[in-house]
């Protein structure tokens, strides 16, 4: 069985995870009633999503990044009883209107909770970067598979091709995650600085309680640790 993992408190970067320094604490009592939208439309404030529960939140850049759907692609992955049997909610934000949710769910095949923020409303508050920082000690992104050349060009094909033509939230925009709940408790939080930086999924699971790892390099299965 893994070693219990206790839930930690503070911001963490590319940089902090290789040195342990530069963390940031976040507040979500600063945010708790801003609105998010639904695939209908229909709002609810974000501190439904937390509130009961802990829940692992994932901010995107926009739906039109290849990053992005590749790292939402790897989380329609997880098993449902897994998060289940942890007691886990897992919800993705993104910034477009509320038109392309279903489209870009379709296109992961993801089948949790998704949302968007079209104001930026908590982007915004919780100071998340609006600008790409590259280092050159930045791990590369297990959930990440195509180029950059490559998949800007995917992404500038989708745009052309989508039925709305728009480019489904602010391009400069960069996401996050954060582990919250229940209350308004944070145990842990992490902005990307650009659009490589994606927590990985494993650390997540593992940091909100999850005591199961997946393999994401072939066919998902589950490994017990």
Not at 203 to 221: C, E, H, I, R
Request: negative net charge; contains cysteine; hydrophobic residues 35%.
């Amino acid at each position: 069985m893994a070693e219990e993992v206790l839930p930690i408190t503070r911001q963490v970067t590319t940089e902090s995870r290789a040195s342990g320094t530069t963390f940031v604490d976040i507040h979500l009592l600063d945010v708790e009633d801003c609105l998010i939208y639904d695939r209908r439309g229909v709002s609810i404030p974000f501190k439904s999503l937390y509130q009961e529960r802990k829940s692992i939140i994932i901010f995107v850049r926009n739906f039109l990044c290849y990053s992005c759907k590749e790292y939402v692609e790897d989380l329609s992955k997880i098993p449902r009883e897994a998060l289940e049997d942890a007691g886990i909610r897992l919800a993705v934000i993104g910034q477009s209107a509320h038109c392309h949710i279903e489209s870009f769910c379709s296109l992961t095949g993801y089948p949790y909770e998704m949302y968007v923020d079209p104001e930026r409303c908590i982007y915004q508050k919780l100071g998340m970067k609006r600008e790409e920082t590259f280092t050159d000690s930045a791990p590369p992104s297990p959930h990440v598979k195509s180029g950059m050349f490559v998949g800007q060009m995917k992404s500038i094909w989708r745009a052309m091709t989508s039925p709305a033509f728009d480019f489904q939230g602010d391009l400069h925009q960069q996401g996050g995650a954060i582990i919250a709940g229940p209350g308004s408790q944070v145990h842990f939080s992490h902005f990307d600085m650009n659009r490589l930086d994606h927590m990985p999924i494993n650390w997540l699971l593992q940091l909100a309680g999850v005591q199961q790892t997946l393999d994401f390099s072939d066919k998902p299965k589950i490994i017990h640790v």
